[in-house]
């Protein structure tokens, strides 16, 4: 620790603090326009110069000068103050000042300062700089006139979202912000950039005019978009949402945020909203009261309930439901309708997170303080890009070591030091090649795994078949690679494994979570922080969904159905006996609508149709229905094929509570009335099932949440009246302590079969990848009219080989078909895809790529034709 | 290395080779300071040429006579370090530009009188919060011709004048009838036309077509051409 004096005062900070962090956490206020605490100091402005007694004779910038032992500091004398305002006037001389129209205006750093420091006149004379204003990047507007060259939009953009769209060029005088050829933004759009700029320079164009800032009304929320939960502000004005802003005291994401929760947010303000319930009647959907609506869903589910029994009833919900709502549609379906029968799209992965997963997740602040990274069927820069920054952050500037498997080469691979391009579908060999490696070369945590493990014998038993060359011809990794990533996985004092799980990703995500905490465990890599895995969901509450059991085998909780003490908490807690038998998931349900066992659906908030696998056969088995009932936003292709149609609130609509894939509890504050007569999930799951005749109790989500902490151990401490924007983490003895708390954490034993992906076949040559792109989140964000300005349309990304050997250039429509389909599609030649393999993004409704995948198989293999002018 | 200016500019360097008066010294590469003559008896080492205002630096020396304008020759070299400030912070890449805008004006007659304390001003600033070492020295020139030589900056901004007649727009060319023999040779090599007159009668320039290019007055032979 170090002591200094700053204005008078005893400050004691930690040692490499600069003299900005001393003062700020002694609650002195520095000024400054190119400092934020994210970046590294840069020290252009010299607005935060302060004089130091032992540097005589000259100011000294606080960003950059580290405070050491006994310096004595003053922020503000006669000379400071003329130099910042010397400083301020030189900005201004060519500053156009047209703050009566710039949309920086009322929060714009230079004219708080202009103001503090009285700059009222200038002494300096020249002309208004008169640059071209840049109209046309998407989303985000550039008018250098503006800037103060700070460059924190260049080293935002390099050091945190590492795009590096921004450089600062020329030089002296004629220095200026710019892309490369000074061309349009062609980036991520995060936004960060425009957020950062402490002028009007770069600019929110979906904000452009549409308010002063002082004029709106900030609502702290949760995005909706993916598991990170990041913690954002919506600006509101005349009841309309302006902007959103990342909350610089949310938890999970410390003020960043990505395309999706900066310009996403208008669908929520769509005009394609439904806003009335729709009934079926002679075959169309035609609008009816809330009366009719109910009336009809008691009657649709009551029927089937009585001809089939409750095990014909289903309920598919979203994994964007709030934790509230999550809990009161298991609870409608297990305790009024009487049926286990509830899965949501999480349930394809969920078993991973839930059951393969013995270790409790990781922090994302703690992944800074990480110096390994194992990064593994999970593009994370794309599907969670906020986490991404983390890792950027901790490898780009603080020098950790990063390996990417990856068939595609992602982003990250750009800054790894090992880049593995595993075949897809080979993840399960890789980590128990490493796993081998580690073991044989005696490179595990021998204290570690003596003290808290146990299994380790079994495990290497395991292990035995997974050599290098075994690994090698399984994967298509050179064994020297597989040995120099174990070795340097292994030579971490604190590794993360992160891994993706969602629609983009088949397969067995228990035994990969299994595979990863092995080896998470075999060097040493839990019960600290920043060490372990990282199992990301891909929805906003994918985690929560799981945790509120709204899943075929889990109680809220999560508790195991099948333990019969929790069944009867649960059944002396909601009056109702609880079936013991665990319900369908999500495959189960469809295929049992298709073979007729299943006969009622409702879905709330999920979209099969456009969202899982194999969309001919799920609208097949939708078609055999003989109810279904959906509960949406949106006329989606499901909503269109039900008999009744509910119109729900979104997330801005409601008051509720998601759970981030680090564990924590946000709380969704309600910013704009429900739109038309669109209630919240809430209210109409109590609705329905008081139609049915039960009473599932208050909708209102403060007293659901107190019923689920009175239920569910995980969520004991969890109440509206003591969240903050900081969230709740979920954090008890028997969650992050897990390894030492029980004495030994234990081994999963491993799966040693091989998950091999059959071969490609002469008809199917390639791989087909379904996954996500960075600017999509689901279906949802299709309906953001900013978010499809960037990128409005799926597109088939083929390595440039594949293409030239198919004769397809850039924008050809190609013919891509499956066993299962066929679509047409705009072909993309892109160097980061991988030969043999292409990939399509599920969140569009055409070309929809779930069409072309199997729920049944692991791998889909297709085959491409260029559509030539005849076959059009 | 503790060597008298003195000693080196006369002795060593054996003073103007035109014979002219010296006036002063430039010290230290482009951001060093102008030392005048009567600071020659400082000897040449690191602390005595910085309290004097100016620096070792690269070590270079440039000696001016009285032909030097030394406004001008602030401005010089203060488009010498525009150029050179790589742009990131703010007092050097905008101070510099400032500097010399003021300077600049000065020496074409738009000077005024607040121009000096502004100068003086801005030059501290400068000085004091650069970041790197070009910013902190940029406002040299500028800081010890102000402190040297008050006087030519005062004929440029009241008087309009520059005294060693260097700055264009402040000066004006001019025939002396009494010295000029009439001879023709400044009509003929005047690019300009602006020189008239009748062979053996004293000729006659136009200032609004004169450039003050100055090759009238190298082509006399009478040094009957005036510089004012």
């Known amino acids: 620790m170090i002591r200094l004096t700053i204005d008078n005062k005893e400050v004691v900070t930690e040692d490499g603090a600069t003299i900005l962090e001393a003062a700020a956490r002694a609650g002195i206020r520095i000024p400054t326009l190119c400092y934020h605490e994210k970046l590294q100091p840069f020290g252009a402005c010299r607005i935060c110069v302060v004089e130091v007694e032992q540097m005589k004779g000259r100011l000294t910038p606080s960003c950059s000068t580290p405070a050491t032992e006994g310096m004595v500091v003053r922020t503000s004398s006669e000379q400071i103050i003329k130099a910042r305002k010397t400083v301020l006037e030189l900005l201004l001389i060519q500053h156009p000042l047209d703050c009566p129209w710039c949309d920086k205006g009322g929060e714009c750093q230079l004219q708080n300062l202009t103001y503090e420091y009285g700059v009222s006149r200038n002494r300096f004379k020249d002309k208004k700089s008169d640059h071209p204003v840049d109209y046309l990047s998407p989303l985000v507007e550039r008018n250098t006139n503006r800037c103060v060259l700070c460059g924190m939009c260049v080293r935002v953009c390099d050091e945190v979202v590492g795009a590096s769209e921004w450089s600062m060029v020329n030089r002296g005088i004629s220095t200026k912000i710019a892309t490369d050829f000074d061309r349009p933004l062609n980036c991520e759009f995060c936004g960060e950039c425009e957020n950062i700029c402490p002028v009007g320079a770069l600019t929110n164009r979906m904000f452009k005019f549409k308010a002063r800032a002082w004029e709106v009304e900030n609502v702290s929320t949760v995005c909706s978009f993916c598991s990170t939960g990041c913690a954002i502000k919506l600006s509101l004005k005349d009841g309309r949402i302006v902007r959103a802003l990342g909350e610089e005291e949310g938890a999970a994401n410390q003020g960043s945020l990505c395309i999706k929760g900066r310009f996403g947010y208008e669908y929520v303000m769509s005009g394609e909203r439904i806003s009335r319930p729709l009934v079926r009647k002679n075959g169309t959907l035609t609008p009816a009261t809330w009366e009719e609506a109910l009336q009809a869903v008691a009657e649709g589910l009551k029927a089937v309930k009585e001809q089939a029994g409750p095990g014909a009833v289903a309920g598919l919900c979203s994994a964007r439901l709030t934790n509230e709502e999550a809990y009161l549609f298991q609870k409608l379906l297990r305790a009024v309708i009487g049926t286990n029968n509830v899965d949501n799209s999480g349930g394809y992965a969920h078993r991973g997170y839930s059951s393969g997963l013995s270790l409790p997740p990781l922090e994302f602040k703690d992944l800074q303080s990480c110096d390994r990274f194992l990064v593994i069927r999970s593009n994370v820069s794309e599907t969670h890009p906020v986490v991404g920054y983390r890792v950027n952050v901790a490898v780009k500037q603080k020098g950790a070591q990063l390996i990417v498997a990856d068939p595609r080469r992602i982003k990250l691979a750009r800054f790894a030091q090992t880049y593995l391009a595993h075949k897809p579908g080979t993840e399960i060999a890789l980590l128990n090649g490493l796993a081998h490696t580690i073991l044989t070369e005696g490179l595990e945590n021998r204290e570690f795994v003596a003290a808290r493990t146990e299994g380790i014998e079994e495990l290497k038993k395991s292990l035995v078949q997974f050599t290098p060359s075994f690994v090698e011809q399984a994967t298509g990794i050179a064994g020297k690679d597989l040995v120099e990533a174990a070795r340097r996985f292994a030579s971490g004092t604190r590794a993360a494994i992160i891994i993706s799980a969602g629609m983009g990703f088949p397969g067995d995500d228990a035994a990969l979570a299994r595979c990863a905490a092995n080896l998470a465990l075999i060097t040493g890599n839990a019960g600290k922080p920043g060490a372990g895995v990282l199992f990301l969901g891909e929805k906003s509450n994918s985690h929560g969904s799981v945790d509120m059991g709204a899943v075929p085998d889990l109680l809220p909780g999560p508790q195991e159905l099948a333990k019969d003490p929790v069944r009867q908490a649960f059944a002396k807690a909601w009056g109702a006996a609880i079936a013991a038998e665990p319900g369908l998931t999500c495959e189960q349900i469809i295929a049992g609508a298709e073979q007729g066992s299943i006969k009622a659906l409702y879905c709330a908030g999920e979209n099969p149709l456009q969202a899982y696998p194999d969309t001919k056969k799920t609208k097949t088995a939708f078609g055999k229905l003989q109810f279904l009932v959906v509960q949406e936003l949106f006329l989606t292709p499901t909503a269109q094929m039900a008999h009744v149609v509910l119109p729900a609130a979104s997330f801005a609509e409601k008051d509720g509570t998601y759970t981030n894939a680090e564990g924590r509890v946000q709380r969704l504050h309600q910013a704009l009335p429900p739109c038309g007569e669109t209630k919240t999930d809430a209210e109409i799951f109590c609705r329905v099932a008081k139609a049915l005749g039960k009473d599932l109790g208050s909708w209102n989500p403060a007293a659901v949440m107190a019923e689920i902490a009175s239920l569910a151990p995980r969520y004991h401490a969890v109440s509206y009246a003591t969240l903050t924007v900081k969230g709740h983490l979920l954090s008890d003895a028997a969650d992050r302590e897990a390894p030492g708390a029980e004495g030994a954490a234990r081994f999963s034993l491993l799966p040693v079969d091989v998950i091999a992906p059959e071969a490609p076949s002469a008809e199917f040559p390639f791989t087909l990848l379904i996954g996500s792109t960075l600017f999509h989140c689901g279906t949802l964000s299709t309906r953001s009219s900013a978010i499809c300005s960037v990128y409005p349309q799926a597109r088939l990304e083929i390595n440039p080989g594949d293409a030239r050997a198919l004769d397809i250039r850039d924008n050809d429509t190609v013919q891509v078909s499956s066993a299962t389909g066929a679509l047409t599609i705009t072909a993309k030649i892109i160097a980061r895809q991988s030969p043999g393999a292409v990939f399509i993004p599920y969140h569009f409704l055409s070309p929809a790529a779930q069409e072309l995948a199997s729920a049944a198989q692991l791998q889909t293999r297709v085959k491409i034709e260029k559509r030539t002018e005849t076959s059009l | ?228």
């Open chain 2, 1 to 228: 290395m503790g060597t008298s200016l003195n000693t080196v500019v006369f002795d060593i360097g054996g003073g103007a080779a035109n014979g002219e008066a010296i006036k002063a010294v430039q010290t230290g590469g482009p951001s060093g300071g102008c030392l005048p003559v009567s600071k020659f008896n400082l000897p040449v080492d690191f602390d005595a040429l910085y309290d004097a205002g100016s620096m070792i630096g690269s070590g270079g020396m440039v000696v001016m006579d009285e032909s030097t304008c030394m406004v001008d020759v602030a401005k010089y070299f203060l488009q010498f370090l525009q150029d050179e400030s790589c742009g990131k912070c703010v007092p050097c890449r905008l101070g510099i530009d400032r500097m010399l805008e003021i300077i600049t004006d000065i020496t074409e007659g738009r000077g005024k009188p607040e121009h000096i304390p502004l100068l003086q001003d801005l030059a501290d600033t400068v000085q004091q919060t650069s970041l790197c070492g070009l910013g902190k020295t940029a406002p040299n020139p500028v800081l010890s011709t102000l402190r040297y030589f008050p006087e030519e900056y005062d004929a440029h901004i009241h008087q309009k004048r520059c005294p060693a007649g260097v700055c264009k727009p402040l000066i004006t060319y001019a025939v002396d009838a009494e010295q000029c023999k009439g001879c023709g040779l400044c009509l003929t090599a005047c690019p300009h036309g602006a020189i008239t007159g009748e062979k053996k009668q004293a000729h006659v320039i136009d200032p609004q077509l004169c450039n003050k290019c100055g090759i009238c007055a190298d082509e006399c032979k009478t040094h009957a051409i005036t510089v004012n």
